[in-house]
């Protein structure tokens, strides 16, 4: 029997694949089942190296159909997407997308609508990556931006704490004094003493941060 399966890939684990669904179904797509990648980037790893990617290359068979919201949800890797289109084409797999209701298959066999079928597949697998890269870049300069007129932001939280005062938790830490005492002979909050005794080299780095 043949099936309509959707792939969705959302980019955090709190999304979900409920609105690309929905967008499909409205569409005008009888979708039979669906397939998910949370927090996966299309950047960094290939289709057929997630969870779902993988479920996909076991689940589609010739004649089945795969329909994704766009091309950029398989991926944003030019080399990746343009690699997975094309064999999944030659396996005899339909691909359509939701947005501007693209087909990609393999049934033509005149070799100019190959030709035009093929830049397209590039062209949009193209425009996929070089999104991707135009929201990293964005990204980048908003860091910067944000560096430059809020340096505390990416201080992370102030130590509550001086150096002399972390040097000497460190000091007591080392003869096996418990945390309550450490803290009322310090000075330190309790909690605070016990994130210095779990990892001292986070401690020193945020007072570096920070200039203390």
């Not at 860091?143 to 509550?160: D, L, V």
């Not at 003869?175 to 020193?204: F, L, Y």
């Amino acid at each position: 029997m043949l099936k309509t399966i959707l792939y969705a890939r959302v980019s955090t684990t709190e999304q979900t694949s409920d609105h690309q669904l929905e967008q499909a179904r409205k569409a005008g797509f009888q979708v039979d089942e669906v397939v998910t990648d949370h927090g996966t980037s299309g950047v960094t790893t290939k289709l057929a190296e997630r969870e779902g990617g993988k479920r996909l290359f076991d689940m589609l068979r010739e004649g089945d159909t795969l329909v994704v919201r766009w091309v950029d949800r398989l991926g944003r890797n030019y080399q990746d997407v343009t690699d997975t289109i094309r064999e999944f084409i030659r396996s005899g797999v339909t691909i359509k997308t939701v947005i501007n209701n693209m087909v990609f298959d393999g049934t033509t066999t005149d070799p100019s609508q190959k030709a035009i079928r093929d830049a397209l597949i590039g062209f949009m697998a193209a425009m996929a990556e070089a999104q991707a890269e135009a929201n990293k870049e964005a990204q980048r300069a908003g860091i910067a931006h944000h560096k430059a007129t809020s340096p505390e932001k990416f201080k992370g939280r102030k130590p509550n704490f001086s150096r002399a005062s972390f040097e000497a938790v460190q000091a007591m830490l080392n003869t096996g004094q418990g945390h309550s005492a450490i803290a009322k002979a310090t000075g330190v909050n309790r909690n605070a003493v016990i994130r210095i005794a779990q990892d001292p080299s986070k401690a020193e780095a945020a007072l570096e941060k920070w200039g203390l």
